[in-house]
């Protein structure tokens, strides 16, 4: 059902966990499945240094979730910021149609951890 | 590594002298059973043979209550159209339950849609309806109702004797009929000792070949059929039947019913074992269903703050097979009717799994699972952002 690349990132995830002393953090949970992913972001002059995830949810979503914490890694905010759910999914080599909704979860998480920091530093964005 | 197979509800390994009667009957000996010439013959007396194996285990008074097909979809839509359409005219009401199989509730739903009216019986916590619930259902209009011995995705068993009788009791233009696949061969299958008018049951559930069924119709019920063309089955089934199948069927089921009293006894202990392991390692888990009153080698389990199909997955690579949730519910995000039905919660049902135990599975297999699923889902757990954490001390929103 899932090509290798998903497997790889299901079964070795990248990143997980939880930075205790995080710069920012995001959180989304689905509507639709239940699944949840939280997203904890280090920043460093205007760069995401470290970046951590936990989720609750299919193989599709803990394998999105590791492929965006690589895609972000050493981006700026505001280059993470571009990063699409459809990005995070080409970059898995594709999933299933069904389980594309699990893999928004990642991006959207993404996102809400840098708008966390946006707001904490009183940044204006858009 | 050897692999474990603990998905018997979905599918079961063909026993080996079942395969060799099948083997046998594909190669050595072929035929169409209506053709008149020996090598048709010799093919119709083996289907009329295993006509008879099944009628016996189950309890039937005539081989021409016996109508094969190709398996417990399809014994289902039979028994249900069949019996509803051929009843019309004395009523068109329908009754069946919450929990049933996807082959019972979208033919019955199916029927709601042609003009029937159909009442869906809630179950109790254990998935189970009750006897009065059933009676206080029942209307001057009503002709059908279709209820499951056992349940495949939590493994609850329905008192359908009780219902039966009180059907009876109350009425005699109800048929009643039974969906036994999950029960043949774990449960006593005895038509007259079930009251029904209607019983189906499949041939891959008890170690029998794929594709292969039956619906035992009472004789004097009044049903019509759902397919037409050859006369095949008494016109019950049209089609060539599936003869080397049957003949699987027919040895699978005697072969079922010498072993029923081994296997489940074998198996409930195997299972009372698995269950109070996992209790015993992991916490946060919920047992569905009724912990004593279910199918042997049946559990079915909710194991708090994962994904099941994650859990499946990581099993799976380690060689342990066994279904999320029910099998089919896997192809779709909806999550199980049944589990909803008995009130667990959304989040709770997306992280079911079940396993259900066979003749072959074993206590070092049961450790080794336990084993697996411990070091699985504490991984899990750790990336889960909802999962409880385990730290005394801590006071954040997780923990308390």
């Known amino acids: ?126 | 590594m050897k692999e474990i197979y603990f998905d018997h509800a979905a599918t079961t390994p063909m026993d080996k002298e079942v395969a060799e009667l099948v083997f046998k009957y594909t190669t050595e000996y072929f035929g169409n059973p209506s053709s008149m010439h020996n090598f048709g013959q010799r093919m119709r007396s083996a289907v009329e043979n295993a006509r008879k194996q099944v009628a016996y285990a189950i309890g039937a008074k005539s081989v021409g209550e016996i109508a094969f097909c190709s398996g417990g979809t399809e014994a289902n839509n039979m028994a249900i159209l069949g019996a509803a359409r051929a009843n019309k005219q004395k009523g068109n009401h329908i009754i069946t339950t919450a929990v049933e199989h996807h082959s019972v509730l979208t033919t019955c739903k199916r029927l709601a849609n042609e003009g029937f009216e159909l009442t869906i019986l809630p179950v109790d916590k254990y998935g189970t309806v009750s006897v009065q619930d059933v009676v206080n259902a029942v209307t001057d209009k009503t002709i059908l109702v279709s209820i499951m011995h056992a349940n495949n995705e939590i493994g609850s068993i329905m008192p359908i004797a009780e219902i039966g009788k009180a059907l009876k009791k109350l009425s005699n233009k109800i048929i009643f009929h039974t969906d036994a696949v999950q029960s043949i061969g774990k449960l006593p299958v005895n038509v007259d000792d079930l009251n029904v008018d209607i019983l189906t049951i499949s041939a891959h559930k008890i170690y029998g070949p794929m594709g292969v069924g039956a619906m035992y119709l009472r004789q004097g019920t009044w049903w019509q059929p759902i397919m037409y063309g050859g006369g095949q089955e008494r016109r019950r089934r049209p089609g060539t039947e599936n003869a080397p199948g049957i003949i699987g069927f027919g040895k699978a089921i005697e072969l079922a019913m010498e072993r029923q009293k081994e296997y489940v006894e074998r198996l409930t202990k195997l299972r009372d074992k698995l269950v109070k392991m996992v209790f015993d390692r992991i916490p946060d888990v919920i047992l569905n269903g009724h912990p004593t009153n279910r199918l042997s080698g049946h559990v079915s389990l909710c194991i708090k703050y994962i994904e099941s199909e994650a859990l499946m997955l990581y099993l799976n690579m380690q060689g342990i097979a066994l279904s999320s949730g029910s099998a089919c519910t896997s192809v779709s995000p909806e999550p199980s009717h049944v589990l909803a039905a008995i009130g667990v919660s959304r989040e709770d049902a997306n992280s079911a799994i079940r396993i259900t135990l066979g003749k072959d599975n074993t206590d070092e297999e049961v450790e080794r699972f336990v084993e697996a699923l411990a070091d699985i889902v504490s991984k899990l757990r750790a990336m889960s952002p909802v999962a409880k954490g385990d730290c005394s001390s801590c006071a954040c929103e997780k923990c308390v």
């Open chain 1, 1 to 126: 059902m899932y090509n290798e690349t998903v497997m790889d990132h299901f079964s070795n995830p990248r990143n997980v966990g939880v930075i205790e002393d995080a710069d920012a953090v995001g959180e989304v949970g689905s509507p639709s499945c239940g699944d949840t992913t939280k997203v904890f972001l280090k920043v460093k002059d205007g760069k995401i240094v470290d970046i951590k995830f936990q989720t609750l949810g299919c193989a599709a979503a803990i394998a999105s979730s590791s492929m965006l914490t690589e895609m972000a890694k050493g981006k700026t905010l505001e280059e993470a910021m571009k990063i699409t759910r459809d990005e995070v999914a080409e970059s898995l080599g594709g999933l299933p149609e069904k389980k594309l909704h699990c893999s928004n979860l990642a991006a959207d998480a993404l996102r809400k951890a840098i708008e966390n920091y946006y707001n904490k530093h009183k940044i204006d964005w858009v």
